[in-house]
């Protein structure tokens, strides 16, 4: 009994460790597709037109896809961002999270 759990418990695990891997972005081909966002967000996504505009650089990964694709889906209401993330793919979003939580940033953590 003990050793079948181990195993599941291992299989689980392996299969866990991989999803990063798998789940995460290309930075290069994510800076190319974030140009249309730099008009509103900045450079890089560092500075921002509107103070209430947020700050795209060094926002996590996981953040950055799950906000996109509610734009997507309406569940987060902005018209102006539902335009644009209607339009981008599963791999577009993970691209473009991959890019901004790759720069740098003024960003804190506050824990």
């Given at each position: 009994?003990?050793?079948?759990?181990?195993?599941?418990?291992?299989?689980?695990?392996?299969?866990?460790?991989?999803?990063?891997?798998?789940?995460?972005?290309?930075?290069?081909?994510?800076?190319?597709?974030?140009?249309?966002?730099?008009?509103?967000?900045?450079?890089?996504?560092a500075k921002p037109i509107q103070p209430d505009y947020p700050i795209l650089a060094?926002?996590?990964?996981?953040?950055?896809?799950?906000?996109?694709?509610?734009?997507?889906?309406?569940?987060?209401?902005?018209?102006?961002m539902k335009g644009f993330a209607a339009a981008l793919s599963p791999k577009d979003?993970?691209?473009?999270?991959?890019?901004?939580?790759?720069?740098?940033?003024?960003?804190?953590?506050?824990?």
């Amino acid at each position: 009994m003990k050793t079948k759990l181990i195993v599941a418990l291992v299989a689980t695990l392996s299969t866990l460790a991989a999803l990063p891997a798998a789940a995460s972005g290309n930075v290069a081909e994510g800076e190319k597709k974030a140009a249309a966002c730099a008009a509103c967000h900045g450079p890089a996504g560092a500075k921002p037109i509107q103070p209430d505009y947020p700050i795209l650089a060094g926002q996590h990964y996981d953040y950055l896809v799950a906000v996109l694709n509610q734009y997507k889906t309406g569940k987060r209401k902005n018209e102006v961002m539902k335009g644009f993330a209607a339009a981008l793919s599963p791999k577009d979003i993970r691209d473009l999270a991959a890019y901004y939580a790759a720069q740098k940033s003024d960003l804190k953590m506050k824990y």
